[in-house]
C-alpha cells in the first residue's frame, strides 16, 4: 500500500475549469472519502488520480513514483465502479480473475488469489454462480473482489453503493468498512452520501465548485466546520441558521440578540468579533424546546416527525428559515404548539457575512 500526494491538480475541459488546484494529501492506509453536491468535481478527481482522465496542471504521486503521466495500468490502483460492470457470460471465480488471466499471470497464482478474495468478502460459495444469480449486493462484492486480487497500492470506490437498497447500502457499509480493517489499504471513496461519508472516512474532503473548502475527520468537520458550506452540507438534518446580531462584546463573550428578543452569552475563545449583525449555527440535536414560556426563540411547531427513538420538531420562527430541533422520541410537540426554543451557548457557531467560521462550538 502508498499514500497519495495530490499538488495544485488543475482540470478544465475546454474553456471550462472542473478541479481548481487542488492539493491533498493522504497517508498510507488512510479511508479517505471526497463528498460534496452534484458537480463539485469529485468524481472527475478521483478519475484524475486513476489515469482515466489527463490533469491541465499538477502532480499525482502514488508513494514516492510520480504517475501523472502514466497510463492507469502503470500506477497501482484499482477502481471499482458505480456500475458493477460484470461480465454476464462468465462465473463470479472468472469475473474476479479476469484481469489477472489478461496479465497472464499463472493460473495457479489467480486460483489462489481468488479464493483468498472470495473468502474475504464472503463470496466462496457463489464462485460458480453466474451475475444474473446474484443480488445487488453479491453484485458489488464481486466487483470489490476483482480490485483485491489485484493487490493495488490504492483503491478507488466511484459511489459504489449509489445503485443499492436502502438496508443493502447500509450492509455494504458496514463490509467495506471491515474489508479496509482487514487489508490496512489506503482507499479513496467518492460518495454524495454524506451518512456514508461520516460512518466510513478517517478523513473527509469535502468538495465545491472544483475547490477543497476543508479537509478533516468527521467529528472536525462535524463540530469545526470553517465556513457556512461545510458547516450546512455536513450533517442530516443540517445545521440551523439565525440572521441576528452581536450587541456587544465583553468578558470574553459576544452577546447576541436571537429572534424574539432575548439574549445569549457566546464564549468569543479568543476571536475577534465586532457588534453587528452576524450569522448564528447550532445543530437541531443541540436546541431544545422549553416548557417555560420566557427567553429563548418563540415558534410554532408546523411539523413533528416520529422516527421511534427521536422525534423531528419542525418550528416556524419569525425572520428565519424553518428551524429543526431533534428531540426525545416521546416528544409530546404537536402542530399548532405555540414552543420555545433554548440555545446553549456553548454549541453555538459564529460566521461572518462571507460565511468564514469566527466561533465553534466547545463539544470537541
Known sequence: MASLTL????????????????????KDGEFCVFVGPSGCGK??????IAGLEGTTEGTVKIGERDVTRLAPAERGVSMVFQSYALY???TVAENI???????????????????????????????????????????????IGRAI??????????EPLSNLDAALRVQMRIEISKLHNDLKATMIYVTHDQVEAMTMADKIVVLSAGRIEQVGSPLELYHRPNNLFVATF????????FNVNVSEVTGGSAIVALPGGS????????????????????????????????????????LSEHLGGETMIYVDVAGSDTTIVKADGLAPQRAGDKVRIIVAPETVHLFDKSGKALVNGSLI
Open 97 to 143: 480473475g479476469f484481469g489477472m488471466k489478461m496479465a497472464k499471470m499463472p493460473k495457479t497464482e489467480i486460483a489462489a488469489r481468488t479464493e483468498k478474495a472470495a473468502k474475504l468478502l464472503h463470496l466462496t460459495e457463489l464462485l460458480n454462480r453466474r451475475p444474473a444469480q446474484l443480488s445487488g449486493g453479491q453484485r458489488q462484492r464481486v466487483a
Open 149 to 158: 486480487v489485484r493487490e493495488p497500492d490504492v483503491f478507488l470506490f466511484d
Open 263 to 302: 439574549t445569549i452569552a457566546v464564549p468569543t475563545r479568543g476571536a475577534t468579533i465586532t457588534p453587528g449583525p452576524i450569522t448564528l449555527g447550532v445543530r437541531p440535536e443541540h436546541l431544545t424546546i422549553a416548557p417555560t414560556e420566557t427567553g429563548g426563540i418563540p415558534g410554532t411547531v408546523s
Open 7 to 26: 499538488r495544485d491538480i488543475q482540470k478544465s475541459f475546454g474553456e471550462v475549469p472542473i478541479i481548481r488546484g487542488v492539493d491533498l494529501d493522504v
Open 43 to 48: 468524481s472527475t478527481l478521483l478519475r484524475l
Open 88 to 90: 454476464p457470460h462468465m
Open 234 to 241: 455536513i450533517g442530516s438534518p443540517k445545521m440551523n441558521l
